[in-house]
């Protein structure tokens, strides 16, 4: 089966054509990072108008380097949800009306869910049962995924989500968006030792994450020690990349230590790393290191597809598609769309009066 992928929900354009669900024929993203930089995050009425321009353009040259043209597709499948409205909205449109007029099903698909499958690329094949820990700039949680397809929440942030924290602290610190990269350039070149932040207690004892304090906690030492925000074209000083490194090496023993705890408790047969910040090369190493010690094979998104892209898209809609499930022409964005259909706890924890943010 080839399926057509259509990705519009944050601020990247992408279109990818997919083979079986493990074949990427192509894989094209525009992305608006440069667009967004001035203002230090992204804004959504400037996305959803660059999606306007770029969706056609994007499916176009995505066909064309696939080597394929409309009436060799099979299916569509595209980002319902969850995401900014203006953004999701043009993708599922121009996916409904593109369905429509080639007469092909179409499937919705939860973003988060793509992540998890944007490892079936590049990766032997996944053995269930799997933890998840999927980190980017909007989530941060850890799954159990008993079976392929079935979602269990394990983990996740009270406040922000990780590739957030680190957004908000480069620019507290005044390096460029997104944070991430930069972030963790700099911490290389910084001693993860010198400044110590402390990794968030849940005061209810629950696997959850935390980041907000940590924010704070980088702010405070920021005001306390009377530091400086990078310039424009100024070198970080050395105390700037020791924030950077502390900062860091607090976020990824949060995520690993959180999934190692887990694993040890669940018994998964796979662990997965996916999302934007599964881009930084020290969780990786951290990552990995802990499933040397569980005994574990840990599987990443190859680079290009840590971060929003459309073939992940295709992958995880190609799934749902074999075991024949279709969305209808009234099927429509849906910002709040969350991924657990298993042993859904929210009712039991609102109960208890846990909050979430996200
Ligand atoms: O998955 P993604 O492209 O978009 C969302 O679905 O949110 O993730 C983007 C996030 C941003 O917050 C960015 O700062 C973070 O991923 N990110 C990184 C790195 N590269 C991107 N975070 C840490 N280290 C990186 N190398
Ligand atoms: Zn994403």
Same mark, same amino acid.
């Given at each position: 089966m080839l399926v057509?992928?259509?990705? *519009?929900?944050?601020?990247?354009?992408?279109?990818?054509?997919?083979?079986?669900? !493990?074949?990427?024929?192509?894989?094209?993203?525009? *992305?608006?990072?440069?667009?967004?930089?001035? @203002?230090?995050? &992204?804004?959504?009425?400037?996305?959803?108008?660059?999606?306007l321009e770029k969706i056609e353009p994007?499916?176009?040259?995505?066909?064309? !380097?696939?080597?394929?043209?409309?009436? =060799?597709?099979?299916?569509?499948?595209v980002t319902q949800g969850p995401g900014l409205i203006g953004s999701l909205l043009v993708g599922v449109c121009y996916a409904?009306?593109?369905?429509?007029?080639?007469?092909? $099903?179409?499937?919705? &698909?939860?973003?988060?869910?793509?992540?998890?499958?944007?490892?079936?690329?590049d990766n032997p094949p996944i053995e269930y049962p799997a933890l998840a820990l999927i980190v980017s700039g909007g989530h941060t949680n850890l799954f159990f995924? $008993?079976?392929?397809?079935?979602?269990?929440?394990?983990? #996740?942030? #009270?406040? =922000?989500?990780?590739?957030?924290?680190?957004? +908000?602290?480069? +620019?507290?610190?005044?390096?460029?968006?997104?944070?991430? $990269? &930069?972030?963790?350039?700099?911490?290389?070149?910084?001693?993860?030792? +010198?400044?110590? @932040?402390?990794?968030?207690?849940?005061? =209810?004892? !629950?696997?959850?994450?935390s980041f907000s304090g940590l924010k704070t906690g980088v702010a405070r030492y920021v005001r306390e020690n009377n530091i400086q925000p990078v310039?424009?074209?100024?070198?970080?000083?050395?105390?700037?990349?020791?924030?950077?490194a502390g900062f860091q090496t607090t976020v990824i023993k949060s995520l690993v230590g959180t999934m190692e705890k887990l694993a040890l408790e669940l018994k998964p047969k796979t662990l997965i790393v996916a999302g934007g910040v599964a881009c930084n090369r020290a969780l990786r190493e951290?990552?990995?290191?802990?499933?040397?010690?569980?005994?574990?094979?840990?599987?990443?998104?190859?680079k290009h597809l840590s971060t929003d892209n459309a073939a992940m898209i295709a992958a995880a809609g190609n799934f749902h598609l074999e075991r024949g499930k279709r969305s209808d022409l009234r099927m429509t964005a849906d910002v709040t769309m969350r991924l657990q259909n298993l042993d859904n706890e929210d009712a039991e924890l609102k109960? +208890?009066?846990? #909050?979430?943010?996200?």
């Open positions: 057509l992928g259509i990705e *519009s929900s944050c601020d990247e354009t992408a279109a990818a054509v997919v083979r079986g669900g !493990r074949e990427i024929l192509s894989s094209v993203i525009s *992305s608006q990072i440069e667009m967004h930089k001035p @203002f230090g995050g &992204v804004v959504p009425e400037l996305a959803s108008r660059e999606h994007v499916v176009s040259e995505a066909l064309e !380097r696939a080597n394929v043209s409309l009436k =060799d597709i099979d299916a569509i499948a409904k009306a593109l369905a429509y007029g080639l007469d092909v $099903p179409i499937i919705g &698909v939860n973003h988060i869910e793509g992540h998890v499958f944007s490892v079936a690329f995924v $008993p079976e392929a397809g079935q979602y269990k929440v394990v983990s #996740r942030t #009270r406040d =922000d989500a990780a590739g957030e924290a680190f957004d +908000k602290v480069a +620019k507290m610190l005044g390096l460029d968006y997104p944070g991430g $990269p &930069v972030v963790e350039k700099l911490a290389r070149e910084g001693a993860a030792g +010198k400044i110590k @932040f402390p990794v968030a207690k849940i005061s =209810d004892g !629950r696997a959850d994450f310039g424009e074209n100024e070198a970080p000083s050395q105390e700037i990349k020791d924030i950077c951290a990552a990995q290191n802990a499933a040397g010690k569980l005994n574990l094979p840990v599987y990443f998104p190859s109960r +208890k009066k846990v #909050r979430y943010r996200l």
